[in-house]
């Protein structure tokens, strides 16, 4: 379900769509709270993920870097002209960084289960489409986007019911030949137990199909964050190490 700020709010859903959607209702009302508590709890420890830190900047330009890559192996680029959907976007800087990349404003939408991180998405990025809403649910028509990206979203949700329910309706408003791009743990955080891996074959089992794009990247983030004045000459070297590097980035296509 989506709030009344989404630019297509008014759009009936259809009846497998309801279907499914009484599904989710039932399926993941649990989630959604456990969810939403999680949050509440990351809250309490902003600086953590504070862009000033030189580790944080840096995982940032990595992960720039290979996003930009993939898009370009999956024939999405420039992104000028095409629609993106930012699944889980939080405060919405994954659909900034787009519109720097060329991607008109009025085409990227970002949906999230969290008013108050979509309240500052919509003060920070004004022209951009914010909604809070379940992406299990959403009021989007059937093939409206080219691009969906996921975002750490996947490797949060421990519900099997909800991450399924996401890929269906995922599946159903993506243009065929869209692609839709994952950025996850690939490995087990020692840090934070609210978050579970989510691995290249986990992405191929969920959307059916093989990635036409995958590397890892992001140097292990409570090390990064840690080098400061070394961050420049030390992030690089240590990020080539395979063991170290703690995230995925998929690229897939549906058909
Ligand atoms: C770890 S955060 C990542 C936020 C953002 N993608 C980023 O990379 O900074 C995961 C986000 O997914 C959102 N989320 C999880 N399940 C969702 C669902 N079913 N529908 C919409 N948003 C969801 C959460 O509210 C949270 O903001």
């Not at 700020?5 to 989630?31: C, F, H, I, W």
């Not at 902003?46 to 030189?54: D, L, Q, S, T």
């Not at 800087?93 to 289960?113: K, V």
């Not at 609210?194 to 992001?218: C, H």
Request: charged residues 20%; proline residues 6%; glycine residues 8%.
């Amino acid at each position: 379900m989506q709030d009344e700020a989404t630019p297509l709010g008014s759009m009936k859903l259809s009846r497998a769509g309801a279907s499914v959607a009484a599904m989710a209702n039932k399926s993941s009302t649990k989630e959604v709270q456990r969810l939403r508590t999680v949050y509440e709890l990351y809250r309490a420890s902003p600086e953590k993920w504070n862009p000033g830190n030189a580790g944080n900047a840096a995982i940032a330009t990595e992960r720039n870097e290979v996003i930009v890559k993939s898009l370009r192996a999956g024939g999405v680029w420039p992104l000028r002209g095409y629609r993106v959907l930012d699944v889980g976007c939080g405060g919405g800087s994954l659909l900034q960084f787009f519109a720097t990349l060329g991607a008109a404003p009025s085409d990227l939408y970002g949906i999230d289960l969290l008013p108050d991180r979509v309240a500052v998405a919509k003060e920070s990025f004004p022209g951009i489409n914010f909604c809070v809403g379940n992406a299990e649910e959403m009021n989007f028509p059937a093939e409206f986007f080219d691009v969906i990206t996921l975002f750490t979203v996947f490797s949060s949700i421990f519900s099997a019911d909800m991450r399924a329910n996401l890929v269906r309706e995922i599946s159903r408003v993506v243009r065929p030949g869209g692609v839709v791009l994952i950025y996850d743990f690939r490995v087990p955080s020692l840090v934070n137990w609210n978050t579970r891996p989510v691995s290249r074959r986990a992405v191929r089992r969920l959307f059916g199909t093989a990635p036409v794009y995958a590397e890892s990247l992001t140097l292990i983030p409570p090390l990064a964050r840690r080098l400061g004045r070394l961050t420049d000459p030390w992030y690089r070297r240590l990020a080539v190490l395979s063991p170290l590097r703690t995230h995925n980035l998929i690229l897939i296509r549906l058909l």
